[in-house]
């Protein structure tokens, strides 16, 4: 473990967990990755701190000595908390709700998905704001930083008003949206999207799929996320799109936004479903368990579905068998999941890449043609 004292400086992120959520550190270090942050040096807590969450000790030595330029607190943090942070070591605070709305955010595509990640992020604002404006009239200084008791109580207004207005434009997209609009939309090529749980390897399997594979012309990609790219794969041309990861520590404030964001893409004409299978038994067939309650959440048992066993470099080959047969036993017995085919790769690696293009092109031809029949 690393101190936070021993190699913070003005260019460190500090990422602080509870050492009871230290299972939860790749989780995150991978959430910082994908937003770019590289160097980052990971503090636990014993026991949250009721006034900093962090202790009063490193508090004060990051005070007198060198600052991160960004603390990260991978919890929910009390208004008041974020207020003594923030006026003590005058740096950017975030906790897990505003880590993950940013992470939603590069992901979102629809309009709804945006509201929705805006929506959450005023909602979470206002009692900061509102905790704020009521440490300034007890004559607490937020330093440098605020705009001052005023510039507050017209920043709750205009949050409040915001609020409102786009609460109701929600109401009335979701009124007009229908569920399956997403494929219609998407008819022309198959489109294949990666989920599974972060940290699983879908942005490498994404990368190795894609990585040969030649764009055919700048068109069809302007319509498409920058997380979605047109292969053009044994069988013909295909989409593959990589998703937000679902995160195991998922506040349930913004369940909302991530059903939001993941609907756009999770309609589609293949599943991708990527496991670590390299993890403990008991950790896969749970993550497991979630995953086919969000393939129920979202009605679309239908669609078929690959389970793409990941990570197999880290296990003998006997280990990969035995937990393979374990696990697809397991998602059988849930009956909840259109299982066509599984695959044992290591996308790191690129082993066994070959093998699941062919499984994709056996079940895409198929599954096509029914959804165009279905829409035609
Ligand atoms: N050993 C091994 N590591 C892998 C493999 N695939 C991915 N990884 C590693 O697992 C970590 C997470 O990989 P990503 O591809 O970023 O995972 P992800 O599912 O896209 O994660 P999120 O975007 O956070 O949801 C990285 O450190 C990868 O290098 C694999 O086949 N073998
Ligand atoms: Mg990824």
Known sequence: MVTARDHINSNTVLLVLKKEDKKYTDEALSLLNVLNFENVTVHYVKKPN???????????????????????????????????????????????????????EIHAGTKEAKLQIELS???????????????????EQ??????????????????????????????KIKRRRELQVFSRSKKGFPHIAIIGYTCAGKTTLYNALTGDSKRIGPEPFKTLNPKSRLSNIACGDVIFTDTVGFI?????????????????????????????????????????DSVARIIDMFKINYIPSVIVFNKVDRLDEKDVDERIK??????????????????????????????LLKAICRNIDLTH?????RYS
């Open 326 to 355: 374990i696990v697809v036993n397991y998602i059988k017995s849930l009956n909840k999941i259109n299982v066509t085919d599984h695959v044992a790769v290591s996308a790191l690696r690129k082993t066994n890449i070959d093998v």
């Open 369 to 373: 043609t029914k959804i165009l029949m």
């Open 121 to 139: 992020r005023i909602k979470h604002q206002i009692p900061f704001v509102k905790e704020y404006i009521r440490m300034m009239k007890l004559g």
């Open 142 to 171: 937020v330093g440098f930083m605020g705009p001052g008791v005023y510039g507050y109580e017209s920043l709750l207004k205009t949050l409040k008003r915001k609020s409102v207005k786009i609460s109701r434009e929600l109401a």
């Open 50 to 104: 009721h006034r900093y969450y962090i202790q009063q000790d490193i508090v004060f030595r990051m005070r007198n000595g060198n600052r991160p330029k960004l603390i990260v607190i991978y919890d929910k943090l009390r208004p008041w908390q974020h207020y003594y942070l923030t006026k003590d070591l005058g740096v950017e605070i975030w906790d897990l709700i505003m880590l993950i709305l940013k992470i939603f």
């Open 248 to 288: 195991r520590k998922m506040p349930e404030e913004i369940i909302d936004v991530f059903h939001s964001v993941i609907a756009e893409m999770i309609y589609s004409d293949m599943l991708l479903i990527v496991v670590d299978i390299s993890e403990d038994i008991d950790e896969i067939l749970s993550k497991i």
